[in-house]
């Protein structure tokens, strides 16, 4: 088999990050069949390593990983904070709730067939905000009161079940249901008052 890109994004507890890290991994002839190394490309063979996001709003930026932060990699353990300030937000900016779709995109040459890509596309929740107020809902219930109203149980109930849903469609790539999902996790985060969490 040739070789095939691996990545994860892990979004970093403040919001305003996300941590990018190659998994591709070396070429090994039992259990990485698809690595980096002979008889798959070399690190060195690639021309460019580009990291294509395209936002939630369909706004796209195009991260020079190899001149930013040496990429590719074959090293699993090699991580690098990709700040928000990276596709389009301030630096005061948290990462607003949206699935995102993160294209890598590597080009080799070499030396011996004509340059080509390849390429892995994942789809990537950002939820932190929405996170956010979800775990702060419990915090508000008083649980021991057994004649007090429902209403909290019951939205916080219903919020975890969307959240859960959301994120199930989140990766399997469902955009269409993940934000009508999060589009009524927000409703009721708002009238919960979880607005703090936007700050």
């Given at each position: 088999?040739?070789?095939?890109?691996?990545?994860?994004?892990?979004?970093?507890?403040?919001?305003?990050?996300?941590?990018?890290?190659?998994?591709?991994?070396?070429?090994?002839?039992?259990?990485?069949?698809?690595?980096?190394?002979?008889?798959?490309?070399?690190?060195?063979?690639?021309?460019?390593?580009?990291?294509?996001?395209?936002?939630?709003?369909?706004?796209?930026?195009?991260?020079?990983?190899?001149?930013?932060?040496?990429?590719?990699?074959?090293?699993?353990?090699?991580?690098?904070?990709?700040p928000q300030t990276s596709f389009g937000y301030s630096s005061s900016q948290k990462i607003p709730d949206q699935i995102?779709?993160?294209?890598?995109?590597?080009?080799?040459?070499?030396?011996?067939?004509?340059?080509?890509?390849v390429s892995q596309t994942i789809y990537q929740t950002f939820n932190c905000q929405i996170k956010c107020c979800i775990l702060s809902m419990p915090?508000?219930?008083?649980?021991?009161?057994?004649?007090?109203?429902?209403?909290?149980?019951?939205?916080?109930?219903?919020?975890?079940?969307?959240?859960?849903?959301?994120?199930?469609?989140?990766?399997?790539?469902?955009?269409?249901?993940?934000?009508?999902?999060?589009?009524?996790?927000?409703?009721?985060?708002?009238?919960?008052?979880?607005?703090?969490?936007?700050?």
């Open positions: 088999m040739s070789l095939t890109l691996k990545f994860s994004i892990c979004e970093s507890s403040d919001c305003k990050s996300f941590v990018f890290t190659e998994l591709t991994g070396l070429y090994n002839v039992t259990t990485n069949i698809t690595g980096w190394g002979s008889p798959n490309p070399e690190t060195t063979d690639a021309v460019s390593a580009t990291l294509k996001i395209t936002r939630g709003d369909g706004q796209i930026f195009n991260i020079d990983m190899k001149n930013l932060y040496s990429y590719p990699s074959s090293d699993t353990t090699y991580s690098t904070i990709i995102m779709t993160l294209q890598y995109i590597i080009e080799i040459n070499n030396g011996e067939d004509p340059v080509y890509t915090l508000k219930i008083d649980w021991s009161c057994q004649s007090c109203s429902s209403d909290s149980v019951d939205d916080f109930l219903q919020a975890y079940a969307l959240y859960h849903s959301m994120l199930a469609n989140g990766r399997i790539g469902n955009i269409t249901q993940y934000n009508n999902e999060l589009n009524q996790l927000q409703k009721i985060c708002n009238g919960a008052g979880c607005k703090n969490c936007a700050n």
